[in-house]
């Protein structure tokens, strides 16, 4: 006989195991099913955010101007060896966590036999289970593009796959100028790899407004990285000591010889296995499940949250559909996408490039008359300080020019992440601009720069 669950959550990612963590402290009965046990806690903690996040901090310890591969080499290959140490005691302590808070926990697939039943896939066999209500969070992969002698290229990495390797690639080509791209050309830039991005279009990051844009190129330039736009890798060639990248560009055809090529051309969300039609679950265009604004699916009683639902694919964002999934089956039902404010986004370069609300394009689609109060980071003295006396990038507000309130920020500086959740309180707040420009602010701080740029 199936065990029968107030809650099943297929997928022990951000959402996953907030959602466990919730349900738990409500005394639900509740199982969580995950397909791979090095993914407990999610991609956050075992294959993105924190390890990549961890290696670019140790990048950027490596001594200013050196780029003594060898030496930079082993540099690497320890960091690598701390960040598999702090991932294995984050997934544990995330395993650890929910099953002392009497969550079962099943390592196996999760697939549906109806729109209440699971069926679970183990190493020692199958079993079923059934739930009042099922919540998905699945995650996502990335892309692999159809380029021929791509997936044969044992040299050919994803963002997931790279930080794994303890060999620091001397050469390293990026197919793609997306923010994934840009963030990993900075980590093995620091750490002394020769680098090279390959975007198809014409510019890279192209949902920025052309003076960011202009600054993270410039920075691009600046630290040695080669930029390829107009770029198309038309082959992808296995030799004994390296792997050969051919790109065709209006400029002439090139072949780069790499010892690294890593694939940054977006992700999809992760469905297969799942059987998501025997529940009577449709998919959108974009593969992922179909939601309303409540992250509920066709069948009432079954969630999705996260990348599963083709959503912005951000950890925060993850643990915020939970709370929305949470509060619409057994809270108040007031939470939705719609209404959780402008959402921030950040992207670890050198230095941190940081977003939230809308750019000038997004501002002259919606009518409104702006106006844009900018400065050079350099204007802040922690940017000094923190950039050794040669800081770089852009600072710049959107304002809407009949309510003067701040509709968009856009932060291209040292700690920028640190900075950007205090404008997102603006925005959402809808306050005047003046506020941040006039707020007392201790010195010396990055969040000064609210008194510069505005």
């Known amino acids: 006989m199936a065990s029968h669950y107030d809650a099943a959550i297929v997928g022990f990612g951000a959402a996953g195991s907030f959602l466990a963590g919730l349900l738990a402290k409500d005394k639900k009965k509740v199982v969580l099913i995950e397909r791979d046990r090095t993914n407990f806690g999610g991609s956050c903690p075992n294959k993105a955010c924190i390890p990549t996040k961890f290696l670019l901090h140790l990048a950027k310890l490596c001594p200013d101007g050196d780029r003594s591969f060898p030496d930079n080499a082993v540099r690497y290959a320890s960091a690598v060896e701390e960040k598999n140490r702090l991932t294995a005691g984050l997934r544990q302590g995330s395993y650890d966590s929910l099953a002392s808070s009497g969550v079962d926990i099943e390592v196996g697939n999760g697939s549906f036999v109806d729109s209440h039943t699971l069926r679970i896939d183990r190493d020692g066999g199958t079993g079923t289970v059934t739930a009042d209500a099922i919540f998905l969070d699945t995650g996502s992969r990335s892309v692999m593009p159809d380029i021929p002698g791509l997936a044969d290229c044992p040299r050919v990495y994803d963002s997931t796959s790279l930080i794994d390797e303890k060999a620091l690639p001397k050469q390293l080509v990026i197919i793609g100028g997306g923010y994934i791209g840009i963030e990993f050309a900075g980590i093995y830039r620091n750490f002394g790899s020769e680098v090279t991005i390959l975007q198809r279009g014409p510019a890279i990051v192209p949902r920025e407004d052309d003076d960011m844009r202009k600054a993270i190129t410039d920075r691009i330039g600046d630290m040695g990285i080669r930029l390829r736009t107009?770029?198309?890798?038309?082959?992808?060639?296995?030799?004994?000591?390296?792997?050969?990248?051919?790109?065709?560009?209006?400029?002439?055809?090139?072949?780069?010889?790499?010892?690294?090529?890593?694939?940054?051309?977006?992700?999809?969300?992760?469905?297969?296995?799942?059987?998501p039609e025997k529940a009577g679950l449709s998919l959108t265009d974009k593969g992922g499940i179909r939601v309303d604004t409540r992250l509920r699916t066709?069948?009432?009683?079954?969630?999705?949250?996260?990348?599963?639902?083709?959503?912005?694919?951000?950890?925060?964002?993850?643990?915020?559909?939970?709370?929305?999934?949470?509060?619409?089956?057994?809270?108040?039902?007031?939470?939705?996408?719609?209404?959780?404010?402008?959402?921030?986004?950040?992207?670890?370069f050198d230095p941190t490039f940081s977003r939230v609300g809308l750019t000038e394009g997004q501002a002259r689609e919606k009518g409104i008359d702006y106006s844009v109060h900018s400065a050079a980071a350099s204007a802040v003295a922690k940017a000094k300080l923190l950039g050794r006396g040669k800081p770089v990038g852009l600072m710049k507000g959107i304002v809407d020019k009949t309510t003067n309130r701040l509709v968009g920020v856009h932060l291209f500086c040292e700690e920028s992440h640190e900075m950007i959740t205090v404008a997102k309180v603006a925005i959402d707040a809808g306050l005047d601009y003046r506020m941040l420009r006039d707020l007392v602010i201790p010195h010396p701080t990055m969040n000064e720069a609210y008194n510069t740029f505005l």
């Open 230 to 275: 107009g770029a198309s890798v038309v082959a992808v060639r296995n030799r004994d000591d390296a792997a050969e990248v051919v790109v065709e560009r209006d400029s002439g055809d090139e072949v780069l010889r790499a010892d690294a090529v890593l694939v940054a051309t977006g992700r999809v969300p992760v469905t297969d296995g799942l059987s």
């Open 298 to 348: 066709d069948a009432p009683h079954i969630y999705v949250m996260g990348d599963a639902a083709g959503a912005m694919q951000f950890t925060y964002i993850a643990s915020d559909d939970a709370r929305i999934a949470y509060d619409n089956h057994y809270g108040e039902a007031k939470r939705t996408t719609e209404n959780r404010g402008a959402v921030p986004f950040c992207t670890f």
